[in-house]
């Protein structure tokens, strides 16, 4: 990487950054405040970091005692930490994840977070829209994963197109139990809105999996998670999700939700293309070890090695690792090669939310990542480096209020 600061004169004039895109072209873009002014073909020598685009998480509950359910309007601070969390691990989009609670916080949040987006173009960028996770989920032990039980209900749209309206119409994808009551008028009405649908938390049979997905659902919600521990070896949902055509799946690849074979199954089922990996963060992610108390929701706690759970129970509670987790994992323990892993955590799931990505081209927003070579990526978020050390293990993890 070369840039004007490198060179020794900071501040004057564009930024210019040498190295290997995605693709295998040698290019030299130059930056000029939050835009790509150029990119222009580059010779090839010895040492060229990667050139990447932006890591993409379309299921991020929040982070450092943060939540975005928990957003008021007086909760700038906040999201600015959880912002600032995300980039200095390489996410330059998110879509932040509503999980269950009861619907006059979720309308709070979703005013609150849709004026704090208005008003501020770089948060606006980074957060790309809103992920609808809980309430509509299954009620039942397991299914209902670590989410209350006493605020999940069934679809309802008017109540859920109020919470939009009140965010500004930035609600991207909604999860829904096909087998609730009204579930397939409510896809089919997410659907016909250009809301995409996921089906998670659930455990319908495979005929109402291909109905709903031809209702208009298009994915599945962390898959294979969200699931009681123990179930039937064929009338389970997995078969079902695996087997229709139309449903493309989501994974939580921080190393505890899933095991590298049944990546393997899910790559093989369905093609890299319509996998994707999601970072599953929960509200304490970024965190110290310790049990913690969660507002509307059941406790968890933070295992020495990440792995976090509902307190006294196996049941995960999300994750404490960002989506750069999930290149590690898929590379490290899946044996997926770089270039694939990196798609599957950045331009398939913008695809998959329609997401618009900077792809490194004249005009675009300038944000993309800088992989050296041996060393520790980088987001260039909106034309601005990002300071700090991306965090993938427990070293330095934040101290977050532990409730002994």
């Known amino acids: 990487m070369e840039t004007n600061e490198k060179r020794g004169i900071k501040g004057m004039g564009p930024d210019v950054y040498r190295g290997i895109t995605l693709e295998g072209e040698a290019v030299e873009v130059t930056v000029s405040g939050p835009v790509i002014a150029s990119v222009t073909p580059a010779g090839r020598t010895p040492g060229l970091p990667r050139l990447l685009p932006a890591l ?31 980039r200095r691990n390489c996410v ?13 916080r979720l309308r709070r949040a979703a005013a609150a977070l849709g004026r704090m ?20 989920i299954s009620p039942d032990p397991g299914w209902r994963g ?33 087998e609730a009551e009204g579930a397939m008028d409510f896809i089919r009405h997410a659907s016909s809105a250009g809301i995409k649908v996921a089906l998670g938390h659930c455990h319908p049979d ?15 919600t962390h898959f294979a998670n969200g699931a009681a521990p123990e179930i039937h070896r064929f009338r389970n949902p997995f078969w079902g ?9 989501g994974l939580v690849g921080d190393g505890f939700h899933l095991p590298p074979e ?17 970072s599953d963060a929960n509200i304490y992610s970024g965190c110290a070890p310790g049990l913690y108390h969660r507002i509307g929701g059941l406790d968890c706690v933070i295992e020495e090695n990440g792995f976090i759970h509902v307190a006294g129970q196996e049941i995960l509670a999300g994750a404490w690792f960002q989506q750069n987790r999930c290149v590690e994992f ?14 599957m955590c950045s331009v398939t799931p913008a695809r998959i939310a329609g997401i618009a990505l900077p792809m490194l081209k004249k005009g675009d927003e300038a944000t993309f990542v800088v992989y050296p070579e041996g060393g520790k990526p980088e987001l260039v978020f909106r034309g601005k480096r990002t300071r700090g050390t991306p965090r993938t293990d427990m070293k330095g993890s934040e101290k977050c209020g532990i409730s002994a």
């Open 146 to 178: 670590g989410h209350a039980p006493e605020f999940i209900k069934s679809p309802d749209w008017d109540e859920f197109s109020r919470l939009n309206e009140l965010s500004g119409g930035r609600v991207r994808m909604v999860n829904v139990a096909p």
């Open 56 to 86: 993409v998480d379309l299921q991020h509950n929040g982070a450092l005692t943060h939540a975005y359910n928990n957003l008021t309007e007086d909760s700038g601070g906040e999201l600015e930490e959880i912002s600032a969390h995300l």
């Open 206 to 220: 495979t005929a109402v999996i291909r109905k709903a997905a031809a209702c208009g659902a298009t994915a599945v």
């Open 241 to 249: 999700f695996l087997d229709t055509e139309e449903l493309s799946l």
């Open 117 to 136: 987006l208005g008003e501020n173009k770089e948060a606006s960028s980074l957060f790309a829209g809103i992920f609808h996770e809980g309430v509509f």
């Open 92 to 104: 330059g989009r998110v879509l932040a994840t509503f999980t269950t609670a009861d619907y006059p």
């Open 262 to 278: 049944v990546v393997h199954v899910a790559l093989k089922c369905k093609t890299p293309e319509k996998c994707f990996m999601v």
């Open 330 to 343: 898929l590379t490290g323990r899946c044996g997926v090669g770089f270039d694939i892993a990196w798609k």
